[in-house]
């Protein structure tokens, strides 16, 4: 079944559709969940949330991307709103404290040794949103053309938010480690 038959399918309840998309791209939900929260138990609830979802979901899906990428949309989503839940996601932001650092000021000033608690509070000073684009795009590595599928806005638009939130947290860690 090609994805358009089973987008069909899906949108009238065929559990035949449902079993091909769970084929096909369950490995998928479950790699990105664990990437995400680095916990093998969250991430497979996480894959089952996803698959429950998908029933009620799917009336929505308009079919402007593919099946793939709309899994990975709805996967990532959920993952955010458990780490939001668990508090976790300030800790994931320190263990890759280095790489946001390293996006914000550049390769030579990241040898500066910066506070992760004082790095956590800039990046808290960040909309809840720009802060979890500027983690997928730095820490977890997508390109722009995810992140627009992802939060459904253009590329500049989140190049510019990206820029903006690099130069406040740069500007953050430099005032307070003048006035340290």
Known sequence: MNERG???GLKSGSREALAIL???HSGHVLNLAFR??????????ILMDVFAQVPRSV????GESNLGTWLYRLTVNACLMKLRAERRHAELEEENWGTIVESALGTE????????ELLTLGL???????????????AEGLDIKDLTEIYHMPDGTIKARLSRARHFVKDFLTRKQKNA
Do not use: I, Y
């Not at 000033?109 to 992760?116: A, G, I, L, P, V």
């Open 6 to 8: 089973v987008l069909n």
């Open 109 to 116: 000033e990241k040898e500066q040794e910066f506070d992760t």
């Open 22 to 24: 769970w084929q096909e």
């Open 59 to 62: 009336q929505k899906f308009r």
């Open 124 to 138: 808290n000073q960040l909309p809840a949103e720009t802060r979890s684009m500027l983690w997928l795009k730095d």
């Open 36 to 45: 995400m929260l680095k916990d093998r138990d969250q991430a497979e609830d």
